[in-house]
């Protein structure tokens, strides 16, 4: 289904275009046409203008030979009329007129034939004696009925008066020889007009009988569209300019019209309009097989692309929706798909579930990051098999954090599937190894598939934060209660994050003394809140929301120079100093880059780097030994006492402790609080001895009372920290109680 709408957008797309190429091109073919075409008019204007030349030098040619002649009877003589033929007759022979003529002022002719006739109401007499140069219209020599046309001039006397009118009698016919000017292949003709219409005379190429007609007018009795083109050339006339027309006849004419300056006549030349298309139909064949091509070409190059375009959104879709490294969904696709999936199975319940992988960083760490990678794929593949393909989603989000949309009918299925999954992952095999999975699980059960999918996959979130508080292998499922309980987190967060910024935390010192002088003779830096509310709040309240949250080492970091400040008051103002043990968290063990950092701050304060140690505590080792150990040996060149804290607690082996090259041991408050007891005796004395045999000082943490400050100092520990000689001190506090120690 969806690809027949793809399908059918794609033809949409290919016809509008192809419309919208079609109109473009046909309107293009009708600018280029209707541009030849007016080449075409230039051409036929050209031969008009030509013919036109032509004309009126033919018919000034004539007059200047009667002209010629007028002169031979000008003058003061008179004319002797009578005999008056011996001198025309020849002339009129020689120079191929048909006759000539010589009248009198009153209009009696006598012709070179020596006939008599009046011509007293003649045009060309009545234009000739007032002094004209005229060339009538065809007229009809009623003595053979030819058509001829009648050229005449004035004769003058002396005075300049017209005395007689010379003429010569012309055939028509050699007048039409005058517009017999081939054109267009042949297919051109001319033919004159007078202003009122009337066809004075026509070409001799006119082989269309209907052309020849004695007035414009008739071409309306032939072609009723033809009136547009006939009142056009009258107004032309009229308004003496020259122009293109086009009429009917038997088949369709382009023409222009031209005026010859000769009385009121016009020369029109005309040409079939078919000629002239004939003319530009191979230029047009041409342009429309480019355009065909163009068109094919485009609608093609069109089709192509959007196919690429499919096709590229499609490779787009799933680099944006597909999780490249297990080949799962991403959240964007579920965020994406989440009301449509929901809506898919509306007989069904549906549920969110959150999988982390706990302590997932562990697993890279023991066993490096291409086996974690490798167990992270493994896991998604045992993810994609628990659910049902057709319509749940298995998702990355990322990291170790997957979730599944599942299907259920009841909450108890639902669980066996979790578990199913749970189970089918516990253990995976990789590099023959068999390494354990434990999940932490959130799952939210979706009631309102109207919520934003960010909603409920921060709920389901939720729960899985929660279950990994809790013992492995169970479910926990979201409620209002957890929702409260990570609002309050997430306060709490925000104001760690923003305590960081505004650098609100400081060290507090605890005194660490001599057992047998009870010297002071160092101290811990414990980290202490000032909040703004005027509150101090002890470690409790933000290590271990910082260390999950990843920001614990800025908080080491802020110590660590509140301590290089004090340091280098004290020694500014010659105060007593001692050696201040620093807490590093874990996450500062992982970057040994953190150490240059480290000594940035501490020769920003000139501090000599005797007066620091730092405290690592021992669970820290089974992480990763060996980075530890490059690390230890980096504080080491630095100049940096180390001190294994929290010994007792962290299960680390007898072997690490030894290949790790810690200097002072702390034995760790639990222990110090089972002294007294047989057990507790017996291992905080055989743990002294161990570390006095590993050549490491022996710091005993927590000691609250005399006789667990008398069993140390018994068996051997030198430095004792403890409320039993001083609580951990504000720094004013804490020099105050230096200084009067050493009497100051
Ligand atoms: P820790 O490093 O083992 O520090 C010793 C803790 O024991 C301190 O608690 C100290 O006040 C407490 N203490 C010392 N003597 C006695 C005693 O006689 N009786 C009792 N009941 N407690 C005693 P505090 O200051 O609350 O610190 C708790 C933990 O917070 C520290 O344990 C350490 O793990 C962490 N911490 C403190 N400051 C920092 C810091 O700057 N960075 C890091 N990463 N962790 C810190
Ligand atoms: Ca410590
Ligand atoms: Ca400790």
């Known amino acids: 289904m969806k690809r027949l709408s793809v399908w059918i957008k794609r033809l949409i797309i290919t016809v509008l275009f192809s419309l919208f190429l079609f109109v473009l091109l046909a309107c293009t073919d009708t600018y280029i046409t209707s541009r030849l075409e007016n080449q075409l008019f230039d051409t036929l204007k050209d031969i008009s203008a030509q013919n036109a030349l032509l004309i009126q030098s033919k018919i000034a040619d004539r007059f200047d030979l009667l002209t010629g002649i007028a002169k031979t009877f000008s ?16 002339l009129s022979n020689m120079l191929n007129f048909r006759e000539l003529g010589l009248a009198t002022p009153n ?56 005395k007689a009118v010379l003429f010569a009698m012309h055939d028509a016919a050699d007048f039409q020889d005058c517009l017999r000017v081939p054109c267009f292949e042949g297919k051109g003709y001319t033919y004159i007009i007078n202003s009122y219409g009337d066809i004075i005379t026509d070409s001799p190429l006119v082989s269309v009988s209907a052309d020849a007609m004695t007035n414009i007018s008739d071409f309306i009795f ?78 093609i190059i069109m089709f192509y692309m959007l196919l690429r375009h499919q096709r590229n959104q499609k490779y787009l879709q799933h680099i944006a929706y597909v999780d490249s490294f297990t080949g799962l969904h991403n959240k964007p696709y579920l965020t994406e798909h989440f009301k449509s999936l929901c809506s898919k ?45 057709t319509c749940e989603v298995a998702i990355r989000d990322h990291a170790d954090e997957f979730a599944v949309l599942y299907y259920y009918n009841t909450v108890d299925r639902l669980q066996q599937r979790i578990q199913r999954l749970i ?175 480290l000594q940035e701050i501490i020769q920003r304060y000139d501090i000599p780097n005797k007066y620091i140690h730092l405290e690592i505590t021992e669970s820290a080792i089974i992480d990763n030994e060996h980075l530890l150990n490059q690390m230890i040996e980096k504080m080491h060149k630095l100049g940096f006492k180390v001190l294994l804290d929290d010994f007792g607690v962290g299960y680390s082996s007898l072997t690490s402790i030894n290949s790790l090259n810690f200097d002072v041991l702390k034995i760790d408050k639990s222990f110090v609080d089972s002294i007294g007891t047989q057990t507790g005796d017996c291992i905080v004395q055989y743990t002294i001895a161990l570390g006095q045999n590993l050549g490491m000082e022996i710091v005993a943490e927590g000691v609250e009372t005399q006789a667990q400050y008398e069993f140390l100092k018994q068996h051997g520990c030198q430095i004792i920290q403890g409320y039993y000689f001083s609580k951990p001190l504000s720094r004013e506090d804490f020099i105050q109680l230096l200084c009067s120690s050493k009497d100051l």
């Open 75 to 90: 003058g003061d003589k008179a004319i002797n009329y009578v005999d008056a033929y011996t001198q025309t007759n020849p």
């Open 107 to 162: 209009g009696i002719a006598y012709m070179s034939s020596n006939t008599v006739f009046n011509i007293k109401h003649r045009t060309y007499f009545q234009k000739s004696i007032q002094g004209e140069n005229y060339v009538s219209e065809p007229l009809i020599d009623m003595r053979d009925q030819t058509d001829i046309n009648v050229y005449s001039v004035p004769i003058y006397d002396s005075s300049n008066n017209v």
């Open 222 to 299: 032939l072609a009723p569209q033809n009136e547009i083109a006939v009142s056009t050339m009258l107004d032309n006339m009229k308004n003496n300019v020259a122009g293109p027309i086009q009429y009917t006849l038997e088949s369709d004419r382009h023409a222009y019209m031209t005026s010859l300056n000769i009385n009121d006549w016009w020369l029109v030349t005309a040409v079939p309009s078919s000629v002239l298309k004939q003319r530009i139909a191979s230029l047009t064949t041409v342009i429309h097989a480019i355009g065909v091509i163009f068109f094919i070409v485009s609608v």
């Open 345 to 389: 199975h509306t007989s069904k319940q549906t549920a969110l579930v959150v999988y982390n992988i706990r302590k997932f960083k562990s697993v890279n760490e023991i066993y490096g990051t291409q086996v974690g990678n490798k167990i992270l794929q493994k896991f998604a593949e045992i993810v994609q098999k628990n659910i049902d393909t």
């Open 423 to 597: 189970e089918s992952s516990k253990y995976i095999e990789c590099n023959n190894n068999q390494i354990q999975l434990n999940l932490a699980v959130g799952v939210y059960t979706i009631h309102n598939t109207n919520d934003s999918f960010e909603k409920i996959y921060h709920c389901a979130n939720i729960a899985a934060k929660k279950n990994k508080q809790i013992t492995a292998g169970q479910v926990t499922y979201y409620s209002e209660e957890l929702s409260e309980i990570e609002a309050q987190r997430k306060l709490s967060e925000d104001a760690i994050r923003t305590g960081i910024q505004n650098k609100e935390f400081k060290a507090w010192l605890q005194p660490k003394y001599n057992c047998i002088t009870k010297e002071i003779i160092g101290c811990e830096a414990l980290a202490r809140w000032y909040k703004p509310d005027g509150s101090v709040l002890t470690p409790f309240h933000f290590v271990p929301l910082s260390e999950e949250l990843g920001i614990i080492s800025e908080i080491d970091e802020l110590i660590f120079e509140d301590v290089c400040r004090n340091l280098s008051q004290w020694l500014k103002q010659g105060l007593p100093c001692v050696p201040v043990s620093v807490n590093l968290s874990r996450a500062y063990l992982g970057n040994p880059n953190y150490l240059d950092h």
